[in-house]
């Protein structure tokens, strides 16, 4: 009995075989091809480095691969090894430069297959490859990823590195063919030499010499051409908020920007931002090690939610990044997952305080009471007004303090942070301070000022918190006294919400705590404690708790279970935590004049607030 394959409607054809039968599906290709070409690198340059493997069974393979071309066999082979390594990133991430580089280096190799080797089988493997590519030139579309020339350093670090220690393994690889017994000096001065051409103090016999200057010789050729080309390519900069984007998003708030306390947000200048077709609904995000990171819901009508997220998609297709939001809300993670199919996973839970039911009064407040009354007694006094009521000297006041006071020197936050103070539009913030008249202002270049509380606007009559400084040299409780300044003087401003930090497994702390957690729970909440010593993970949530908040879950959205790592790690470096930035010991340090500090991480000197209450 015959079956007919294709068009197939009977049943009669396992599902398994047909998908042999049609051969793997497009959007599996690149995945398929990366892999190939890893595989085949790794074959390429163990083949270029080991003489043994070279007189192996697995070196018959190898001879019918791309690189490993007649007498300079070990030298094209490391070479071919390197740059198919340097490819097969961005084949499985659909990039259409590494398609085209593909396509010109396969049938190049082909071709040396066969007048080098005369290797029909060879240039078979390589055109069958580009085959492949050409057939599904489609699934190659994604454009480049944003860049600056600080990568052509980077590369030039990483391969120069990379280099030497592949050719240490080069010039020990023939231990039966060295002159005398070299010392480890010897012969990494052997591979300096050798990466630009030069002969070293290592000897060989047989023509091994010959061998191994030419590796060494390629290797340092690699990367001194691939820095080059990242030096002089055309930079292609990560999108920024644009003056009119700023107006648009600005003109969506005052409509709708009652609806989440991370609104304001999207108005950071390091932001890209798509809208909706009808331009009634937006998306802002940053680009971080290839994770399109949105933070909170987005911008706008609910309506037109769904047409900014298949915007903000599609940017994420075209350009082969993962999709990812940070901190969005219930509703949020609910518009995304359905019309994405991403899925969600919650995060923690944003502490979110009623002014009306705000009351220092009672056992449960006790302690923030004391803590506030103590202060008072001191000497403390608090001012809370909205940022256009103050004059141009004393914001400037307000923005150098803030600057001296960060605890940290990498500026930290993103989806909880402005990353400014005073900014035109910016008018409706409200700032608390803190101030003590004594005989010690006369040695403080910032006078009687010893703390600062900054909100930003959260709707007409909300507003969410953006970063807290304090001076060092000011008692412990600042953040407790300016927070329950503000709390009070919020039904003067027509606050009726605040929205304080972001505590995250906030669910998991409390209900590993209580009696009867089972062990997978107390568990996890240690693990949650030990980080916290690096993280303030629990120390955030038990500030938070004790001004008596409700606890709004913020939720994580990804495409699979295997990209949280990437974009956990994507949202550190995002909030400042994992700094990848090239040094720059010769740069004087300066104050910034606009930090950027996180306020669902409390800073340093915070911490130690949070410890001492």
């Known amino acids: 009995m015959s079956v007919t394959v294709d068009g197939d409607k009977s049943g009669l054809v396992p599902v398994r075989v047909r998908r042999i039968l049609r051969g793997p599906r497009p959007e599996k290709v690149p995945a398929l091809v990366g892999t190939a070409c890893t595989l085949i690198g790794l074959i390429d340059i163990a083949a270029g480095v080991f003489p043994r493997f070279r007189a192996s069974r697995m070196h018959a393979v190898a001879e019918v691969l791309p690189g490993t071309l007649g007498p300079l066999s070990a030298a094209l082979s490391l070479s071919a090894g390197v740059l198919l390594l340097l490819l097969a990133h961005g084949l499985k991430r659909h990039k259409r430069r590494a398609w085209r580089a593909a396509v010109v280096l396969l049938p190049l190799g082909g071709l040396a297959q066969f007048v080098w080797r005369h290797s029909v089988l060879g240039a ?9 590519l050409l057939r599904h030139r489609s699934e190659f579309a994604a454009l480049p990823d944003p860049r600056s020339r600080w990568r052509a350093l980077a590369n030039f670090v990483v391969m120069g590195a990379g280099s030497i220690a592949l050719g240490l393994v080069i010039v020990s690889a023939h231990p039966r063919r060295v002159i005398g017994s070299p010392s480890l000096a010897d012969r990494l001065e052997h591979v300096l030499y050798g990466l630009f051409g030069v002969e070293g103090p290592v000897g060989y016999t047989k023509g091994v010499d010959w061998t191994v200057g030419y590796s060494l010789g390629a290797l340092g050729m690699l990367t001194a051409l691939t820095t080059i080309y990242l030096a002089f390519r055309p930079e292609h900069p990560a999108a920024r908020l644009t003056d009119d984007d700023e107006t648009r998003l600005r003109a969506l708030l005052d409509q709708h920007g009652g609806r989440d306390s991370l609104g304001h947000f999207a108005l950071r200048s390091d932001k890209g931002v798509v809208f909706s077709p009808s331009g009634k609904a937006a998306v802002c995000y940053r680009v971080v090690s290839g994770v399109m990171l949105a933070s909170g819901d987005p911008i706008g009508d609910v309506e037109a939610w769904p047409g900014a997220i298949e915007r903000f998609m599609d940017e994420a297709k075209a350009h ?11 509703t949020g993670g609910q518009v995304w997952t359905r019309e994405t199919g991403l899925d969600a996973l919650e ?42 009521d103050l004059d141009e000297d004393e914001l400037a006041h307000v923005r150098r303090a803030a600057a001296a006071w960060r605890g940290t020197d990498t500026e ?23 101030h003590k008249h004594d005989d010690d ?8 000022l010893k703390a600062i509380i900054h909100f930003v606007p959260w709707g007409p009559d909300g507003m969410s918190l953006e970063l807290m400084r304090r001076d060092r040299s000011a008692d412990p409780g600042m953040n407790e006294l300016l927070i329950v300044a503000a709390l009070q003087a919020a039904p003067d401003l027509g606050i009726e919400r605040v929205s304080l930090n972001f505590a995250m497994f906030r669910s998991a702390l409390a209900r590993g705590e209580k009696i009867g957690a089972g062990p997978v729970l107390r568990v ?7 980080l916290s010593r690096w993280f303030q993970i629990e120390s955030l949530y038990k500030f938070n708790a004790k001004f008596r908040p409700r606890w709004e879950p913020r939720f994580v959205v990804y495409r699979a279970s295997r990209d949280l790592p990437r974009i ?46």
């Open 412 to 434: 930290r936050g993103f989806s909880m942070a402005l990353g400014r103070i005073g900014a035109p539009g910016d008018g409706d913030a409200v700032i608390a301070t803190a």
């Open 320 to 330: 082969s990044w993962t999709p990812a939001v940070m901190g969005c809300s219930e």
């Open 568 to 613: 956990g790690f994507a949202a550190m470096q995002a909030e400042g935590f994992v700094n990848l930035s090239l040094p720059r010991p010769f740069t004087r340090r300066r104050p910034a004049p606009t930090p950027r500090p996180c306020a669902h991480i409390v800073p340093a000197t915070a911490e130690r607030e949070v410890r001492a209450a």
């Open 524 to 530: 996890w909440r240690g693990l949650l404690v030990f």
């Open 347 to 388: 995060l923690g839970d944003e502490a979110v305080v009623d002014v009306a039911d705000f009351s220092l009064a009672g056992r449960a407040m006790r302690n923030v009471r004391q803590m506030v009354k103590r202060i008072e007694r001191n000497g403390y006094t608090t001012r809370v007004r909205r940022v256009r």
């Open 124 to 132: 078979l493997l390589s055109l069958a490859l580009l085959a492949l």
């Open 441 to 448: 202002n006369t040695a403080s270049p910032y006078g009687d």
